[in-house]
């Protein structure tokens, strides 16, 4: 197994969380994972990324052309990160519509739940739904539920699925 | 067991591991989380061991150091910028050398991403004459840690890990040790031709330390220099070290060189084991150099025409070595096609002060009461006052205020005395803010200096400062007052302003201008206090939601002028609305908008 996962949003819509979820998953199903992340200055609101690589990596970062699947939480930020996609790859985007790409409203979804700022699990579950990542949902159900702080973890994993149930519709 | 570690807290795990009985450390991207790690497991593990946010490096660095003297292992990191603000203990300890294990902790920020420079500390440690590791992954560092103070207590000498952005924030599995009580200082023995060595005396300790660094070489440069990657029949070689050494790694393997290149890997970059690292790679018909950022190990190795790297211009000269950065220079090394990648379609979103951020106001208000002002300014969150027009010089920690002071010197002497606000965080202050304030009022400077005080260290993801009670393990220490230490420096006109309140601080602004401009006026300051919105310890009162009424006529001034994340215009009807999820009801733009058209609901 080797994947190379893009995450890309605004600093403060939960790229990080998005990160560690996927990297504990991967650590839990005995997989090598590296990821690099974005700290610092970017966060305040600027385009932020984290690049994480499955398999038999020693680099945490991407080059162009190399993700194999990518996870978009701000349209915007996508524009300056999306050389990194393969062409083979698969990029899930947090957006009322897309032409080329799957898409999901997260912001609204999670706007509509009460917990706007939970729109990266929404669309991890819609992710999810696709099944191009390396881990299956009940895997990241399990991590998430395991590493979510205690207040928020019920609504984490509502957001969750509710993005999983999403794409079972569509 | 193995845990998914970010790169700085294995890091600070390998402290705990090998016995460091003391940390200390200034916050600064990318080794902020080294200490908050340290201090959360050594608690964690009911360690006694103890950790510090200092209020500067230098002092970290000295302070760490005595306990070294004393014969218990310590540790200071910071930032490379920071490795500057050390440097002067940093070089003379080299000279003294230490007694229990001392590791320096100087994280590179190639790139550069939140740094003013790209500086390679790998640089300053052989200006220093101290040994430097270079780990290229979270768990290379860790294990690092044990290395270095083995070193360091072998020869008495201080030794330097060497991270880089990618490797302290980078996630990986690391193996977990045992936390072992750490080392206990065995006490301090005097020597004072050692400790406290006159210029006769240094003479000799230099003489000492050129015979511990060629020991070091002979021991470890062998030991640290391993071969990653490479058939019989590779007739290049790559030598590299640090995370540039795993990205060319990955590249080797995508690009399928890996029989026709040997990668080695370089663990201690200097000293260099000049004759054993020639011995292996001068057999190879090509010879390239890859690491960040100078060309340390390059400079090292007497062998010129045969090898590449930095200095003959095959690896460029100043950026990160980011994946695609290397492919063109491997590729070009092998004589492969160099393939130009197009440039990204959109530029990326530019940093901003949150929504609610008191800094926020307080720009505003300063940009609005002296439009003709001068504004230096200093490092921090605040520094993002540049997309307000209220920042006008960004240098290093502190500059702020000798720039100020310079500022109003150069226009004294045409005869010239525009408004001067040289702004500061709370954080910064402290850091290297009271000397150039005690410089600037005892030379007889005129400005207004503005403190932005936000009671935490908020860019770095808000470490205490010593304006608060806590303490960086949560034991309550002694808040040292800001306004009695402003008071103490001289300055004469002091006030202190709410800047939500864009009325009170545009008040205050011009009673200060007016006392700089009085006769005997000089150096004059208002703490703009009001806490971060990002501090968990800071408890905001609910406040009711503001919204944009029909009066609102699209003039853009709470989007262009005031620059809140909050605000944006409707796509269609050009008009401001606001984002509800990101509003922190501040208020601040009830009082911006020319139209009366935002109130609260």
Redesign the interface.
């Known amino acids: 197994m080797k994947m190379q996962i893009g995450i890309t949003g605004r600093g403060g819509q939960g790229v990080l969380f998005l990160t560690r979820i996927l990297s504990e998953t991967a650590l839990e199903m005995g997989l090598e994972v590296i990821a690099s992340e974005t700290h610092g200055m970017a966060m305040r609101g600027g385009s932020v990324i984290s690049t994480l690589k499955v398999g038999a990596f020693r680099g945490p970062l991407i080059g162009s052309g190399r993700a194999g699947v990518m996870l978009v939480l701000d349209p915007g930020s996508y524009d300056t990160f999306s050389s990194l996609l393969s062409e083979r790859g698969i990029a899930f985007l947090n957006a009322a519509s897309s032409q080329a790409h799957p898409h999901i409203d997260a912001t609204d979804l999670a706007a509509k739940m009460g917990s706007p700022l939970m729109s990266n699990l929404v669309l991890l579950g819609f992710a999810l739904g696709h099944e191009r990542l390396f881990c299956g949902y009940s895997q990241v159900e399990e991590m998430t539920g395991k590493i979510s702080p205690s207040r928020f973890r019920e609504a984490n994993l509502r957001a969750l699925k509710l993005g999983y149930s999403a794409i079972k519709k569509t | 067991m193995?845990?998914?570690l970010?790169g700085n807290e294995a890091i600070a795990r390998g402290l705990l591991e090998n016995g460091c009985s003391f940390a200390a450390s200034y916050p600064g991207?990318?080794a902020?989380e080294i200490l908050s790690s340290f201090v959360q497991m050594a608690r964690s593990a009911e360690s006694p061991a103890m950790g510090e946010w200092s209020i500067n490096e230098k002092v970290a660095f000295e302070t760490a150091l005595a306990v070294s003297y004393s014969g218990g292992r310590a540790a200071a990191s910071m930032k490379q910028v920071g490795l500057n603000v050390a440097c002067d203990p940093f070089m003379s300890s080299a000279y003294t050398g230490v007694k229990g294990g001392f590791l320096v902790i100087s994280a590179d920020d190639p790139g550069p991403?939140?740094s003013q420079t790209e500086q390679d500390s790998r640089m300053m440690a052989m200006m220093a004459k101290v040994p430097v590791l270079d780990p290229?992954?979270p768990r290379e560092a860790k294990e690092m840690v044990q290395l270095g103070f083995q070193i360091s207590e072998e020869f008495e000498i201080p030794v330097m890990l060497r991270p880089t952005t990618?490797v302290c924030?980078?996630?990986?599995?690391v193996a977990l040790g045992e936390i072992p009580n750490p080392s206990v200082a065995t006490g301090f023995l005097k020597d004072p031709q050692r400790w406290a060595a006159t210029p006769r005396y240094r003479l000799v300790l230099h003489k000492q330390l050129n015979q511990k660094i060629e020991a070091i070489a002979d021991k470890y440069g062998k030991k640290s220099f391993l071969k990653i990657l490479g058939g019989r029949k590779a007739s290049r070689c790559i030598l590299s070290s640090g995370?540039a050494?795993?990205?060319?790694?990955?590249?080797l393997k995508?690009l399928r060189l890996e029989d026709r290149i040997a990668l080695y890997q370089v663990k201690m970059p200097y000293p260099l084991n000049a004759r054993v690292v020639l011995e292996k790679i001068s057999p190879y018909k090509d010879i390239l150099i890859i690491e960040e950022t100078d060309p340390v190990m390059e400079m090292q190795l007497a062998m010129r025409g045969r090898i590449r790297g930095r200095m003959d211009g095959s690896i460029p000269p100043q950026g990160e070595l980011?994946?695609?950065v290397l492919?063109e220079c491997i590729r070009a090394f092998v004589g492969l096609t160099v393939e130009k990648?197009?440039s990204?379609?959109?530029?990326?979103?530019?940093?901003?002060?949150?929504p609610g951020c008191p800094h926020r106001a307080a720009f505003y208000a300063i940009r609005q009461t002296f439009p003709d002002g001068i504004y230096p300014s200093d490092i921090g969150?605040y520094?993002?006052g540049l997309n307000l027009g209220a920042v006008d010089t960004v240098l290093c920690m502190g500059a702020t205020i000798s720039q100020a002071a310079g500022f109003y010197h150069a226009y004294r002497m045409k005869g010239e005395f525009p408004p001067i606000v040289a702004t500061i965080g709370d954080s910064t202050f402290y850091h290297a803010g009271l000397p150039p304030l005690v410089n600037a009022v005892h030379n007889g400077a005129k400005f207004i200096l503005v403190l932005l005080d936000n009671s935490t260290t908020a860019?770095?993801?808000n470490q205490p400062t010593p304006g608060i009670e806590t303490l960086a393990d949560g034991r309550k220490g002694k808040a040292v007052s800001m306004e009695e230490l402003v008071k103490a420096s001289g300055v004469k006109s002091l006030s202190v302003v709410d800047p939500y309140s864009l009325e009170d601080m545009t008040q205050a602004l011009k009673e200060a201008d007016r006392a700089c401009r009085a006769e005997n006026g000089g150096v004059a300051a208002i703490i703009s206090r009001h806490p971060c919105l990002m501090d968990v310890g800071a408890k905001e009162k609910k406040k009711e939601r503001v919204e944009i009424s029909d009066d609102c006529i699209g003039c853009r001034v709470c989007i262009d002028d005031f620059e809140c994340?909050a605000i944006e215009a409707d796509p269609d009807t050009g008009l401001a609305r606001i984002d509800q999820?990101l509003c922190s009801a501040c208020g601040v733009c009830i009082q911006v908008c020319p139209q009366n058209a935002i109130q609260r609901k």
């Not at chain 2, 924030?169 to 599995?173: D, L, T, V, Y």
């Not at chain 2, 990204?344 to 949150?354: Q, S």
């Open positions: 193995k845990k998914i970010l991207t990318p902020s991403h939140s290229s992954s990618r924030h980078s996630r990986q599995g995370v050494l795993a990205h060319t790694y990955d590249l995508e980011v994946p695609d492919e990648r197009p990204p379609a959109g530029k990326p979103r530019r940093p901003t002060l949150c969150c520094t993002l860019m770095t993801g994340p999820t």
